[in-house]
């Protein structure tokens, strides 16, 4: 199937400090590259996403970036916040756009 | 309120009991899609309906079943559970249509345990 790695597995990060997950794809007919956020216990939720058109994203403190030649994407989180702390899964489109494939996820921990 | 809502939340079964996991959509979108969580393994994709009675195989469909015989429901069966299928599961739906391209609005979930 199609590979997605993610990386690092784990991030702990001082509160205000900024968050950088990658996330690398093998599909090269992907265009659709959205991040969630799965907070404890709780269900996965989109927070920001990029077609392949753009090089880059911004939703307040959240960003992502792409680069499409070399197969990856970026998460970036500025001024974390404790509320940030939870397991991020990057989730390119592959098999033709037919499915999302996901990562397995990074546990971000912002510590005070 | 637009929602995807899977019923039941916690189950526990028994080996070879034949069950039923149900989705159900109120945004009337045409791709659902069903999901197990395992740790270490992320999420990782059992079956999708790209439209009503159109259905295809994701990346672990062995010991699964579905229909799409109405746009909002998608059902996930699975004929005789074995303790493997031990997961947290969860349905997902989106505008995508033919190309995933939009994002999935995913139910709650249902953690499943097979003794």
């Known amino acids: 199937g199609e590979n997605v790695e993610q990386h690092p597995s784990t991030l702990s990060v001082q509160e205000g400090d900024s968050a950088v997950i990658k996330c690398t794809y093998s599909?090269?007919?992907?265009?659709?590259f959205p991040w969630y956020k799965q907070e404890l216990g709780k269900r996965p939720q989109l927070i920001i996403d990029?077609?392949?058109?753009?090089g880059e994203k911004k939703d307040q403190r959240i960003a992502v970036t792409l680069n499409k030649t070399a197969k990856h994407f970026s998460l970036h989180i500025t001024e974390t916040q404790p509320e940030d702390s939870a397991v991020y899964f990057c989730?390119?489109?592959?098999?033709?756009?037919?499915?999302?494939?996901f990562g397995t996820g990074t546990q971000l921990k912002v510590e005070l | 309120e637009a929602q995807v809502t899977q019923n039941p939340r916690y189950l526990i079964t028994v080996t070879g009991k034949k069950l039923t996991v149900t989705c159900s959509q109120n945004?009337?979108?045409?791709?659902m899609s069903w999901y197990r969580q395992d740790p270490g393994l992320g999420l990782r994709q059992i079956y999708y309906?790209?439209?009503?009675?159109?259905?295809d195989k994701g990346d672990v469909p062995e010991g699964y079943k579905v229909s799409r015989k109405e746009k909002r429901n998608f059902p996930l069966i699975l004929e005789s559970p074995s303790p493997n299928q031990t997961s947290l599961y969860f349905c997902?739906?989106?505008?995508?249509?033919?190309?995933?391209?939009?994002?999935?609005?995913f139910g709650s979930g249902t953690r499943l345990t097979v003794v």
């Open positions: 990029i077609r392949s058109n753009v």
């Open positions: 997902a739906s989106s505008l995508g249509g033919a190309r995933t391209n939009y994002g999935y609005t």
């Open positions: 989730a390119p489109n592959t098999g033709g756009g037919n499915k999302l494939t």
């Open positions: 599909d090269s007919a992907s265009n659709y």
């Open positions: 945004m009337n979108h045409e791709y």
């Open positions: 309906s790209m439209n009503v009675e159109v259905t």
